[in-house]
């Protein structure tokens, strides 16, 4: 009988690889860290298995489910031998069949083999309740500024950095999905349970200020709650530099640049019609900069400059210069901390 293993156990075991089998469409939604993709059905394979089982009976899909597995075997075994030293934990979507025979398989072989209890729905019920129940220890430390003024690349420039945006693969804005593929809720928590447990030791966390809402995901509450209550901190940076920043992000192939134009006629607050016309035809001319300038005196600056004034800062840092502004960034934290 195949040996199981529960999720917490299964992500601190040594010498061990986690196996996902499910399709590749389902893995690349969001899977168990550092786990690999042998699927026993392809994605086709696996729409027809379900299919079959909806529409015409569980045996027929069990039949049909066999051949995928035994046609697609010489394959998954090429893979499987590949880490065949490893301790292999076998998971699928639930525990069920996929793992299952797979694992039973690979039991029969002589292979040190586990099932993942529960798949991978046990894992995402593992992670909501390490979030709901998670104690940040560390020091918050929330960057604030206008759009532009690259608090994420200041950001990035600390290894401590626990950068949302780039969890959420979003910027947070009505531009903010441009040129990137959105994560949903749950590959967003997922990663964000890893980073934040691979900073658990930090004296600080360095953060960007957001809304809530980053794009379609949600901030959890207890993040969100040590964000307000951190240590914040205001981000200033010339504008001929906001928009230049801007325009790196946003305007290097013409695919971003056209749905800069189309974001632009969806623009509702602020911003004028003939404004949002002004900024179209100056890009339709290459002159970026002066559509950019635009798009953060007209629309940006008057959206957040309200929200962003009343918050109480312990400090403001120039960004003109992104070496600079670390260097005193770190100094002007750590005097912080030792009052704290």
Known sequence: MVKTIPVGEALKKENSIIVDTRTPNEYNLDHLPNSINIPIFSNDERVMVGTIYKQVSRDLAIERGVEFFSKNLPNIMKEINKIKNKILIIQCWRGGMRSKALASLLESLDYDVYQLEGGYKAYRAYVREQL????????????????????????????????????????????????????????????????????????????????????????????????????????????????????????????????????????????SNKEKDQVIKFIQNNNYNEAVKIILLKYYDPLYKHTLNQENYDFSINNNNILEAKKELKEKIKSRLLQV
């Not at 959420?168 to 903010?176: F, N, T, W």
């Not at 379609?216 to 969100?224: A, E, Q, R, T």
Request: glycine letters at 8%; hydrophobic letters at 35%.
């Open 132 to 271: 709901s129940n998670y104690k940040i220890k560390s020091k918050i430390v929330v960057l604030h500024g206008l759009t532009g003024t690259c608090k994420t690349r200041l950001l990035l420039e600390f290894k401590n950095n626990l950068d949302l945006e780039g969890l959420a693969r979003h910027r947070g804005s009505m531009y903010g999905g441009i040129g990137l593929v959105p994560n949903h809720q749950k590959k967003f928590e997922n990663l964000l349970l890893q980073r934040l447990n691979k900073l658990k030791d930090e004296s600080y966390i360095i953060i960007e200020g957001e809304c809530k809402r980053i794009g379609n995901v949600i901030i959890p509450p207890f993040l969100w709650c040590a964000m307000n209550k951190g240590i914040k901190i205001e981000i200033k940076r010339d504008l001929n530099l906001r928009a230049k920043a801007i325009v790196e992000e946003y305007f290097d192939n013409q695919e971003k640049i056209n749905k800069v134009i189309e974001t632009t006629k969806m623009l509702k607050k602020n911003i």
